[in-house]
């Protein structure tokens, strides 16, 4: 079992910055695409960013030019920088990846993200 954590969340004035961290924990196991997601209260969770084991990266286009996805595969860790924050990027921060061969796919537990105005 795979267990992702995310770090870094916290509360943040409009346009400032904010650095999330996902490390997954565990033995013996290759991590093939990692991605961050978010939700906001009442709303669906939404896709931010995404990158492969190639370092291929995709953004939403709300975070475009403003958020810059990264992996560190030494340390089984993915990032989430976020700059020139906006109100609306509130939410909890999802980390996702999948793993293995199989590409079985594991959810962190979220880290609250507060920009307020």
């Known amino acids: 079992q795979v267990q992702p954590v995310e770090s870094g969340g916290g509360l943040v004035q409009a346009g400032g910055s904010l650095g999330l961290s996902c490390a997954a924990s565990?033995?013996?196991?290759?991590?093939?695409?990692m991605a961050w997601y978010r939700q906001a209260p009442g709303k669906q969770r939404e896709f931010v960013a995404q990158i492969t084991r190639g370092h291929s990266r995709n953004y939403a286009d709300s975070v475009k030019g403003r958020f810059t996805i990264s992996r560190d595969d030494a340390k089984n860790t993915v990032y989430l920088q976020m700059n020139s924050l906006k109100p609306e990027d509130t939410g909890v921060y999802y980390c996702?990846?999948?793993?293995?061969?199989?590409?079985?796919?594991?959810w962190g537990q979220g880290t609250q993200v507060t920009v307020s105005s």
């Open positions: 565990g033995s013996r196991f290759t991590i093939n695409t």
């Open positions: 996702w990846l999948t793993v293995g061969v199989s590409d079985y796919s594991y």
